[in-house]
């Protein structure tokens, strides 16, 4: 899993994942390509959760599926 953050401010983004604990890595702004992230995944809004596999397919859309999923994969 990785949190893509949308914040305009980098210091922003990094206090609040290391405030909520994110075992996950962070992937700011400005390293993420829009066109390759958010487009194809219909990004509306934040917080938006989804897991995708390593080719990129959507398994689970929805922050409780999507964490539930995670944590099953890590057993």
Excluded at 8 to 29: C, G, H, N, R, V
Excluded at 34 to 62: F, H, Q
Aim: hydrophobic share 45%; charged share 30%.
């Amino acid at each position: 899993m990785i949190h893509v953050s949308l914040d305009q401010e980098s210091d922003a983004a990094l206090t609040w994942a290391k405030s909520f604990k994110q075992p996950w890595p962070i992937m700011l702004q400005e390293d993420t390509d829009e066109d390759a992230l958010v487009t194809p995944y219909n990004v509306r809004g934040v917080p938006t959760y989804i897991l995708v596999d390593r080719n990129g397919k959507e398994i689970v859309r929805g922050k409780a599926a999507a964490l539930a999923a995670a944590k099953k994969d890590e057993a």
